[in-house]
């Protein structure tokens, strides 16, 4: 079962993967890009996750589920985990400096190229992190089991 | 107080993990649970009776809504707590041998604690709202041990049916307790007492009683909803016991003892207390003696029993409210003996048949005496307390101001009592006097466990009908004090002096005695009264249940048909009906041109292009051409956003698109090419629905530009984004900042979809492997 899903799943040609090995690393670096321009300028951690998961689809069409699987060094369901925590933490952290819950808590300084720093910008990490880890989840099982 | 009850609760708990329980020696022990919180309560006494004053425990719940953990102890609440308590005391003491060696002893006695509490609860709540709680709490935690045995079928219906029964009235009582919240403004019950009068001349004092009534009704089994009170029989006896004496089916009488100084003495609620009352009391009675089954007697007699307490309430002179309070006792004592007696036999003999029972006095002679006193305790011979409970309510009817109801009421109560006697002598007499029968030879002698208990209750009925002083010094004045609203004086004695009272009991008695011996023989008994099975209420609940369960299966499979077009019809087609109504009703329909702008060229080539892409995915022959063609659709509507300025909008739709297209193909990718499933017929309807779906979503949007839009929302959106969020994307900050719970919880809702489909998909794979 698994050779014949390979065989229609995989687009076995040259050109697409080549492209691939290059694509993956600049879509991944553009959603970060969007992820984090995210507060001043269009984008954010939604849709920033939505390209980095197409970077991967795009992968695992060129080569395959299990290739890009393998980029991984763990499930991607875990990313759901991981996201998910920090964004409750995100949201809790003004619970601690005595703020309601929820309440942006910015660092003073500005960084560089990223611009302000607060709980805003981990909370968007965070979603981005679920997006990315639901997205591949769902699709490399469906890839996986139909 | 509270303190007290949720250890009671902990305490429950832990016995579940104690493990050998069930061959342990030790399991006597758990009874220093009930017998301490006995002794605590015991120590109540000397204040509650001295003093007029009321103990109030408050803790707060949630205090912006006026709820809260209070407990009142008075009377009335010293009393049940007592009952409870100390029935409870000796039914753990009894059922630790009663259920030795049983698998599940352990959850035994934790949902018998945890029932205990929750009874304590009830009783002691001043809340109404905290009330309701324990009630549902009584309710969930007896339909466990009504089916304790739950491999029997039988027992697990009687549970069902117990459970559907109280659960409905639950809902009722917190419906009363909602409406007299919102009349009275406070749930606290000792609050509701100053507002007495102002509640009874209010609009909606019928529908407040018709809640109320509604929910102590079908708790305490009164007609018509008495019939899982027999079924719950199905309850281990040390069980019944404690249900039928001390706590479950009491507490509705409870709940109408405690609002009768709230909402009593008014002409409706006495007249329906009077009926209901009266017809279960009577009808109860004659049920009993038709019974072969010794705890069948009993259940009927209990509900007889309940009657009699809400007919009293119902006539509410003083008398009648002392005869109220005075019976609750009486009744508790002898039915807990009796039905400890019953588990005894049963556990001895194997049956609880009467007609197979006969001269078990030489094998278990204490039993018998304890038996012996509490049938005579029923059938209200002097010397026992039962008496004394007889004759003051044949005096509270007696006295009845309206005289031909008085005599009316005389003599329900005492054609009642005739039946209840000569029920009581079925148990309490037949099994161990006569004849040796056939199946009590050889019958092992019953331990200590299983005789003392009824016969401590028994030895109580007798002090306190001897020495009634006692009692009514100690407790019954003020439980009488807590139902009537103010102090009712009364001198109890064995002996008013000859006059009528006295001569309608003498009557009983001898009715009842005669009546025993009638129904002694008599073998067929049960099948009159299954002649009029059809016309009884758990008959015509049956039936509606069973109506009600083809009417969900049939609901169900209209909707639930397991097709995913279905599914999307009924939701679009609900949605046309809703929205579309309330569109043609409500809003006056204008469409203005005047403020669109001319199509500017590109935008007219991505129309064009939808509506081809449109066209196509309608009418292609493949799957693969479809989903391209809707994914066509799809961008663009995104380059429309791109027209229009709403760049995040179109990053979100572009990538959603092409995710979508992915799956889709995934998914759809080993199908077959469309297969013939639709008819002309089926075209035509989904074309219908689909053009009005559009068609109306068309006219909101036109709706929509001509209504003035609220912008103060965007407004405030747009001038705090950066001084409160420090962001300039407005879109994004409302996603993180202002909204961020939204998104918050839509991520965890987008985690748990996640979750959902590899859980399925890996489940089937796994089956799949292992029938491979």
Not at chain 2, 94 to 108: C, D, M, N
Not at chain 2, 159 to 164: K, N, P, S
Not at chain 2, 663 to 679: A, E, H, Q, T, W
């Amino acid at each position: 079962m698994k050779k014949y899903q390979n065989k229609h799943h995989v687009l076995d040609t040259t050109i697409l993967r080549t492209a691939t090995n290059y694509l993956l690393p600049l879509l991944i670096l553009f959603s970060l890009f969007v992820l984090l321009r995210g507060h001043y300028l269009s984008g954010g951690g939604f849709v920033g996750g939505l390209i980095a998961s197409i970077a991967f689809v795009l992968h695992s069409f060129a080569y395959s589920t299990k290739q890009t699987l393998a980029l991984f060094q763990f499930s991607p369901m875990r990313l759901i985990g991981i996201g998910l925590s920090l964004s409750i933490f995100s949201a809790l952290v003004p619970v601690f400096i005595g703020l309601p819950v929820m309440t942006g808590v910015w660092f003073a300084e500005s960084v560089a190229v990223i611009g302000a720093v607060g709980t805003a910008l981990f909370f968007d990490i965070g979603v981005y992190l679920v997006v990315i880890g639901v997205v591949l989840t769902i699709l490399f099982t469906i890839a996986e089991n139909v | 107080m509270l303190f007290i009850i949720l250890l009671t609760f902990v305490l429950a708990f832990s016995t579940l993990f104690l493990k050998g329980l069930g061959r342990s020696k030790f399991t006597g022990l758990l009874t220093l649970i009930p017998l301490s919180l006995f002794i605590y309560f015991l120590s109540y006494l000397p204040k509650i009776r001295s003093g007029k004053e009321v103990l109030l425990f408050r803790n707060e719940w949630v205090p912006s809504l006026g709820i809260a953990f209070d407990f009142k102890l008075d009377g009335l609440s010293l009393l049940f707590s007592l009952l409870i308590t100390g029935i409870g005391a000796l039914v753990y003491w009894y059922a630790s041998y009663y259920l030795k060696g049983h698998i599940y002893i352990q959850r035994f006695f934790a949902y018998l604690g945890l029932f205990m509490g929750a009874m304590l609860g009830v009783v002691l709540s001043d809340n109404l709202i905290s009330l309701f709680v324990f009630w549902e709490l009584t309710s969930i935690t007896s339909f466990f041990l009504i089916g304790f045995n739950n491999e029997d079928e039988d027992s697990r219906k009687s549970a069902l049916w117990a459970l559907g029964i109280t659960g409905l009235g639950g809902f009722f009582l917190l419906s009363f307790a909602a409406v007299v919240g919102s009349i009275a403004g406070s749930y606290s019950i000792h609050e509701l007492l100053t507002q007495s009068d102002f509640l009874k001349e209010h609009a909606s004092y019928g529908i407040l009683l018709f809640f109320l009534f509604m929910g102590a009704f079908t708790k305490s089994a009164q007609f018509p909803f008495h019939f899982w009170l027999p079924g719950a029989m199905k309850a281990p006896t040390p069980v019944s016991a404690y249900l039928h004496s001390a706590t479950m089916v009491k507490a509705g009488i409870y709940l109408l003892a405690r609002f009768t100084p709230v909402l009593g003495d008014h002409v409706y609620w006495n007249t329906t207390l009077q009926v209901i009352g009266g017809v279960t009391m009577l009808f109860g009675a004659i049920h009993s003696v038709f019974r072969k089954d010794m705890k069948g007697i009993l259940a009927y007699t209990t509900i007889s029993a309940l009657g009699m307490i809400v007919f009293l309430l119902g006539v509410g002179s003083e008398k009648a409210i002392y005869a109220a309070s005075i019976f609750i006792l009486v009744h508790a004592l002898y039915k807990a003996t009796l039905f400890l007696v019953t588990g005894t036999v049963d556990h001895q003999t194997h049956t609880r048949d009467i007609t197979q029972l006969g001269g078990l006095r030489k094998t278990m002679p204490a039993l018998a005496g304890a038996a012996l006193i509490a049938a005579l305790s029923s059938a209200g011979i002097p010397l026992t307390f039962g008496f004394i409970g007889k004759e003051i309510i044949y005096d509270a009817t007696y006295t009845y101001p309206i005289n031909q109801w008085a005599l009316v009421f005389t003599g329900v109560a005492v054609l009642t009592n005739v039946f209840l006697s000569a029920a009581g002598f079925l148990v309490g007499i037949k099994p161990f006097f006569g004849k040796v029968k056939e199946r009590c030879q050889d019958v092992p002698k019953p331990s200590l466990q299983m005789w003392l208990p009824p016969v401590v209750l028994s030895v109580l009925s007798l002090v306190f009908g001897a020495l009634p002083q006692l009692v009514n010094q100690g407790i019954i004045a003020s439980v009488a004090r807590a139902i009537g609203g103010k102090t009712i004086e009364m001198e109890l004695a064995l002996w008013h002096g000859f006059n009528e009272i006295v001569a309608l009991s003498g009557g009983t008695i001898v009715l009842g005695i005669a009546l025993y011996f009638a129904f002694k023989g008599y073998q067929n008994s049960l099948r009159i009264v299954a002649r009029f099975d059809s016309l009884s209420p758990q008959h015509i609940f049956g039936f509606v249940v069973e109506k009600f369960r083809t009417f969900a299966y049939a609901y169900t499979r209209l909707f639930q048909s397991g097709y995913l077009r279905i599914y999307l019809m009924v939701i679009i087609v609900f949605f046309i009906g809703l929205v579309g109504y309330k569109l043609f009703a409500d809003v006056p329909l204008r469409v203005n041109t005047e403020g669109l702008s001319e199509f500017r060229i590109y935008e007219l080539v991505v129309f064009l292009i939808t509506v081809i892409a449109i066209f196509f995915a309608i009418n292609t022959p493949s799957r693969l051409s479809a989903i391209a063609a809707t994914g066509v659709v799809g961008y663009c509507i995104c380059l429309i956003f791109v027209f229009y300025g709403a760049p995040d909008l179109a990053m979100t739709q572009f990538a959603i698109d092409t995710l979508t297209v992915v799956l889709f193909v995934l998914v759809l990718f080993k199908l077959p090419g469309f297969l013939k499933l639709s008819n002309r017929k089926i075209q035509f309807r989904d074309a219908v629905v689909s053009i009005a779906f559009g068609g109306l979503i068309s006219l909101i949007t036109l709706q929509a530009l001509v209504s003035p839009a609220d912008k103060e929302i965007s407004r405030y959106y747009a001038e705090n984004a950066y001084v409160l969020a420090k962001g300039k994307n407005v879109v994004n900050v409302i996603l993180v900042d202002f909204r961020g719970f939204d998104t918050l919880i839509e991520t965890i809702v987008l985690s748990i979809a996640a979750l959902g489909v590899y859980g399925l998909l890996k489940y089937r794979t796994k089956d799949e492997e292992i029938s491979e």
